[in-house]
Structure formats: structure tokens, C-alpha cells
């Protein structure tokens, strides 16, 4: 595995996974300084995601490992976040059932390829569902009572559970042949 910036970006968010879940789901943190400081955890942690690619494009630095990890760490990121939602009563469990069922599925048609040899990279339709999902997840880190937010969080759930549901299809889709035996 090579050590190059995308990959330690990665791995940085890797690492700020158990930060944000010590932060958000801890007392000792008044509320809302809790809400703003996993706010910034979450929010920095989601910027490496869109700086490891870009750079790794960029760069030529683009690798397996990358192509691997870099979709594992978003998974882990934003469900960690869903979950820690659905503990504290801002997301209902049918969105994480959804959310985070979406994620199994890619992983193991991931797996299955990875014993075949083959390394399939996030999509088009992935990333835009990851990045509504995580615009959803810093809105329902604002403590603040804004106009329209409650709307605009709901609007933003939504969204990210079709955007899951499509994405899911798409990739199915797509890559239906790496179930097939040979």
C-alpha cells in the first residue's frame, strides 16, 4: 500500500469516525458546544473526502487501496452519524435501515469482486448520494433554530434515501457481472 496524501486523507477519516460518535453521543459536552464541535468533526472529516480525490486525480496518485478505502471510509463516516441520529431521535430507523442496507449491498457485491480481481469504484450516482447524505448530516448538527431548517433537514432525508435507493439499482445494474460464475 502506498502512503501518498489521498491515502492518509482516507485513513484521516477513518480515524475522525470514533472522534465524532465520543463527541456527539457524550454529556460532558454541554449541548449546543456538543453539536457544534461534532459539527466540525463531521464537517472536516467529510473535506477530506472531497480533497483525497481530487488530489488523488489530480496527482496520477490514484490507487487500489483508494478505490477501496475511500468509499469504506465514507461508510463508515456517515453511518456512524446515522446511527448516532437514530439513538439521539433525529432520524427515523427506517432511513438508517435503508441508508445503511444500501451500504451491505455494495459491500458485498465489492467483495465478490475483489476475489475475482476486479476493484469497482464508486459511481457517479454514489458520490452525489454521498454528498446529499452528508449535507443531510451537518444540517441535523445545526443547534440552531433557523427558519425553513426543519423543512430543509426533512427535504435533505428524503432525498438522501432515494438517492440511496437509486444508487443501489444503478450499481446493481452495472455490475450484475460480477455475480455471475465463470
Not at 489521498?6 to 460518535?21: G, H, I
Not at 496527482?59 to 439521539?88: N, R, W, Y
Not at 476486479?118 to 448538527?141: E, H, R, Y
Request: aromatic share 10%; hydrophobic share 55%; net charge positive.
Amino acid at each position: 500500500m502506498k502512503w501518498n496524501l489521498p491515502n492518509k486523507l482516507t485513513m484521516l477519516r477513518v480515524l475522525m469516525v470514533p472522534l465524532y460518535c465520543l463527541i456527539y453521543l457524550t454529556v460532558w459536552i454541554p449541548y449546543p458546544a456538543r453539536d457544534l464541535v461534532a459539527l466540525a468533526v463531521f464537517a472536516i472529516a467529510s473535506l477530506t473526502d472531497l480533497f483525497d480525490g481530487k488530489i488523488a486525480r489530480k496527482t496520477h496518485q490514484v490507487t487500489d487501496f483508494g478505490k477501496f478505502m475511500d468509499p469504506l471510509a465514507d461508510k463508515l463516516l456517515v453511518g456512524s452519524a446515522v446511527i448516532c441520529f437514530v439513538e439521539t431521535g433525529l432520524l427515523p430507523a427506517w432511513a438508517a435501515v435503508i441508508l445503511i442496507g444500501r451500504e451491505f449491498v455494495i459491500s458485498g457485491f465489492r467483495l465478490v469482486a475483489a476475489g475475482k480481481g476486479v476493484v469497482i469504484a464508486a459511481d457517479i450516482w454514489g458520490k452525489i448520494k454521498t454528498t446529499v447524505q452528508m449535507i443531510m448530516i451537518i444540517s441535523l448538527l445545526i443547534p440552531f433554530q433557523i427558519p425553513f431548517l426543519g423543512i430543509l433537514q426533512q427535504i435533505l432525508i428524503y432525498a438522501s434515501v432515494l438517492l440511496t435507493l437509486i444508487s443501489v439499482v444503478n450499481y446493481i445494474r452495472n455490475n450484475l457481472e460480477v455475480l455471475k460464475e465463470s
